[in-house]
């Protein structure tokens, strides 16, 4: 039950975070430009991050789709720990909500990995 609602929350989360981006919300832009990375690249990060929330939905029911999900938020979620870190030379602050969603990708991972063994 818990491990659902922790799937559904970082799912939610997700889609909130490729919703920004695709829409192109100001503060979201002002962050991109941080990064130095083209603006299409925005969209694009945002439509996986699309995908990869509805797949986590989806995975609440299908642990295949899951460990996909995951392993796709997991590699966004390092590629915008990067872009804090080394892109923007931002404090390390700026980078929680990626790695607690970083972290909870890779527990959907590991939880769902764990139903095979």
């Not at 941080?34 to 996986?48: D, E, K, N, R």
Request: overall charge positive; charged content about 10%; proline content about 3%.
């Amino acid at each position: 039950m818990i491990a659902t609602i922790m799937q559904a929350i970082l799912a939610v989360f997700i889609l909130a975070g490729g919703v920004i981006k695709l829409v192109r919300v100001p503060f979201q832009v002002e962050h991109w430009q941080h990064y130095h990375y083209p603006m299409w690249f925005m969209s694009v990060t945002g439509f996986l991050e699309l995908i990869g929330g509805i797949a986590m939905l989806a995975g609440i029911k299908n642990r295949y789709i899951a460990i996909g999900a995951g392993v796709m938020i997991a590699i966004l979620m390092l590629g915008a720990i990067h872009a804090h870190i080394f892109r923007a030379n931002q404090p390390v602050q700026t980078i929680i909500p990626a790695l607690v969603c970083l972290v909870l990708a890779i527990i959907v991972i590991i939880r769902n990995l764990k139903e095979f063994f």
